[in-house]
Nanobody, 115 residues
Framework: QLRLVESGGGLVQPGGSLKLSCAVS????????LSWYRQAPGQRREFVAL???????IYADSAKGRFTVSQESDKSMVYLQMSSLKPEDTAVYYC?????????WGRGAQVTVSS
């Protein structure tokens, strides 16, 4: 069973940067990808970025050029470096692992972009 715990959320000014971390326990060779999603108030949860077990990355259009997803080689941590943040990036950010056809989610970290 995988357990994911996000950290690093907080309040940041527009144009600022923030790095989210997600600790992954129970990871093994069957882990296929780690990804980030976000959910703004009153909105559906949306995909942000993904890194697979071969370090290939995929980004949502809203994240391209501003966000970078990375992981530790042992897949114990996944990161989301965010820069040039905008108020519309305000959301709860969730880490997700995909393994053997199952999704495992963390509880989320709040990111608020406001002056």
């Amino acid at each position: 069973q995988l357990r994911l715990v996000e950290s690093g959320g907080g309040l940041v000014q527009p144009g600022g940067s923030l790095k989210l971390s997600c600790a992954v326990s129970g990871s093994d060779s069957q882990l296929q990808s780690l990804s980030w999603y976000r959910q703004a108030p009153g909105q559906r949860r949306e995909f942000v970025a993904l890194v697979d077990r071969n370090d290939r990355t995929i980004y949502a259009d809203s994240a391209k050029g501003r966000f970078t997803v990375s992981q530790e080689s042992d897949k114990s941590m996944v990161y989301l470096q965010m820069s040039s943040l905008k108020p519309e990036d305000t959301a709860v950010y969730y880490c997700k692992a995909y393994r053997d056809g199952h999704d495992f989610w963390g509880r989320g970290a709040q990111v608020t972009v406001s002056s």
